[in-house]
């Protein structure tokens, strides 16, 4: 369960397609949220099987994206299993460049028993140097930390984080 599963998750019904192989996502997907906000939901970066020219274009689409001048901020999805990697890195740094306000959704939470979550949440939030606030622990399998993602995202649509 991917980027596309947590989406619907969060809105409560299925907006976004799913797929059982990673890195289905390739296009700028925009999606109206209650009438009145916009979950922009861009291609995937770390599994997707794709050539060079393509994950370039990933990569202009996303920078375009975070320029837009009404973004509110990311919703920035890292699996807690894994350390992040050069383009966790990569992305984290073109965040920071545009001084974009961050969410990072730790991912598949269900996969890992309470004390490691408990663990790699401390572990990766030290890691990316992320302030508690700014990480929520999640798997859209379960619907674990679905309400605290939704609450930090309505503080953050509402300025609350600004």
């Known amino acids: 369960m991917g980027k596309s599963s947590l989406l ?8 976004a397609k799913t797929s059982g192989t990673p890195g289905k996502t390739r296009a700028l997907n925009v999606f109206l949220i209650e009438g009145s906000h916009y979950f922009l939901d861009l291609p995937g970066y770390g599994y997707a099987r794709i050539g060079k020219a393509q994950r370039a274009a990933f990569r202009g689409l996303l920078k375009h994206t975070l320029l837009r001048e009404r973004l509110r901020g990311v919703v920035w999805l890292l699996d807690i299993r894994h350390s992040p990697s050069a ?22 939470a ?6 490691q979550r408990e663990t790699r949440e401390r572990e990766l939030r030290e890691e990316l140097e992320l302030p508690e606030d700014q990480v929520v622990v999640t798997s859209a399998e379960t619907g674990y930390g679905i309400v605290e993602l939704k609450e930090a995202i309505g503080e953050l649509i509402s300025g609350a984080t600004a």
Not at 8 to 15: D, K, M, S, T, W
Not at 87 to 108: G, P, R, Y
């Open 87 to 108: 383009e966790d890195w990569a992305m984290q740094e073109s965040l920071a460049e545009t001084e974009t306000h961050v969410l990072a959704a730790l991912t598949k």
């Open 8 to 15: 619907n998750a969060l809105v409560g019904r299925r907006i």
């Open 110 to 115: 269900d996969k890992l028993s309470t004390r």
